[in-house]
């Protein structure tokens, strides 16, 4: 995931000690309260007639960010701790705080999907995650039917505790399998082994059939075009009906960025990176997997819905430490803000703003404890600033930039015609084969998909340029 906690990059997924996970015997008391939950939920609920009602400034998904981890990777540079003696009670306590604090605040009528992410959430007690929905529940309409997901580590202790998570309420689980290599594992610093990736597949399958991914990295040093192949033929006997494929990156910092520059280890070149990306869409294209997003692969309409709301520009609300989030705030008297002046936010409340919350779990949490919510930066967000965004992830999926969300945006009732058609940059991308654009909508092409990263930003500067025209 990206550093604004959007859909995930190359998250790292580790342990705590054995010790930090036996429950008190009260900790899973959730398990005997599942009518009330369903109560609650009821109390909120919307028809479908309703829902298809709601405008997009109504309906938001919800990122709940877990910081800690046991260790940390060789190739992690994610916001997330290292801490064996977490306060559990004080991290839910300001979970659920935080939660109901940024509802209120953006005044949103639904909650289309929750994401846990982090950080190792499955290093989270189960009733920490349930109380979180539950707040979810109790505050917004959030469906049966809405996608809960969490990240999860696939080891032993982590495939232990699958079903307490499921009763917690989680309905699809993400696994960081990362690699079906033992050697590669150890480079990458994971906590877990094949055999035990293989027997959590299997384990999660039996639990959320058709509603589990999992993660693999490719890149990785001294991998060849041969190993990949047969690692994904590997990964396909065992699957599920979602995978995420990730190019490893080298980021300053980390451990394994060190080991590089120290000629411990040897990174495969962009060219062979490259094959392996276009051997492993063909592959799994021939699998019946359709490759809905530039790393997302699904079969079987398993796409992930959360994921799709952030490629789609819509709402979303960020609780935890680092949680990134794009709202328009409404509730004002509510936000918790005792030193910013009702007046100065009125001015802002037809725009949307990207928020920041504190990054460190301490001063977060004191921050929660004290004033309902860690918000650490607010900057509104200009017309351009949203398209740009929508630009920058929109392109990244097979449908593209639909013209009807583009117009929702675009309050200016500038349409994707007119800003991009007239552009030299465009006409030349259109008759190269790389873009497509018609009254539909804006997309790249499978040919444009290898070269996205070349693209983006000549079409960054088309919209910049048309903006500075106005």
Request: proline share 4%; aromatic share 8%; net charge neutral.
């Amino acid at each position: 995931m990206t550093c604004i906690f959007l859909p995930r990059c190359l998250r790292a997924w580790n342990l705590f000690s054995p010790q930090t996970l036996v429950p008190t015997p009260t900790s899973f008391s959730f398990l005997h309260h599942s009518s009330k939950n369903t109560a609650t939920r009821r109390q909120h609920q919307l028809s479908q007639f309703e829902v298809k009602q709601l405008p997009w400034q109504q309906e938001a998904t919800l990122y709940v960010h877990w910081p800690f981890c046991q260790r940390r990777c060789t190739y992690c540079n994610f916001n997330k701790y290292i801490d064996r003696n977490t306060d559990h009670e004080r991290m839910r306590n300001c979970l659920v705080t935080e939660t109901a604090t940024l509802l209120k605040l953006s005044g949103v009528k639904r909650i289309k999907s929750i994401f846990f992410g982090g950080g190792t959430p499955s290093l989270a007690l189960p009733s920490t995650l349930h109380d979180v929905i539950d707040t979810v529940a109790g505050l917004t309409a959030l469906g049966d039917d809405a996608e809960v997901t969490m990240e999860a580590n696939p080891t032993s202790i982590e495939t232990s505790k699958m079903k307490d998570f499921k009763s917690a309420g989680i309905n699809r689980i993400s696994l960081g399998v990362q690699a079906l290599n033992d050697a590669d594992l150890r480079v990458l610093g994971r906590d877990h082994a094949t055999d035990e990736s293989i027997q959590c597949i299997k384990e999660a399958i039996q639990l959320f059939p058709g509603h589990v991914s999992a993660d693999l990295i490719f890149g990785r040093p001294g991998q060849t075009q041969l190993s990949w192949q047969q690692e994904l033929r590997n990964m396909l006997e065992i699957c599920d009906n979602h995978l995420s494929l990730y190019q490893l990156t080298l980021e300053r910092g980390t451990a394994l960025f060190k080991m590089n520059e120290q000629g411990k280890v040897s990174m495969p070149d962009a060219d062979l990176m490259a094959e392996m990306y276009e051997g492993a869409v063909d592959m799994l294209h021939d699998a019946g997997f359709v490759r809905y997003e530039v790393s997302n692969f699904a079969r079987n309409g398993a796409e992930s819905k959360h994921n799709k709301s952030y490629w789609n520009g819509d709402q979303y609300i960020g609780v935890g430490p680092g949680a990134h989030g794009r709202f328009i705030p409404k509730n004002i008297d509510e936000s918790g803000y005792p030193d910013v002046k009702t007046q100065e936010l009125n001015c802002l409340r037809p725009q949307r703003e990207a928020r920041i919350q504190t990054l460190e779990p301490n001063p977060w949490m004191w921050e929660v404890e004290h004033r309902g919510h860690g918000t650490r930066k607010r900057t509104p967000q200009s017309q351009e600033d949203i398209l740009l965004e929508l630009l920058m992830s929109g392109l990244r999926t097979q449908q593209g930039i639909l013209e009807s969300r583009w117009k929702e945006f675009a309050i200016r009732s500038s349409t994707l015609e007119d800003v991009f058609k007239e552009s030299d940059v465009v006409k030349t991308l259109i008759k190269e084969g790389l873009l497509d654009m018609d009254n539909i909508g804006m997309r790249v092409s499978k040919r444009g998909t290898s070269v996205l990263d070349s693209i983006l930003p000549e079409l960054m500067n088309v919209l910049s340029s048309y903006y500075k025209q106005q």
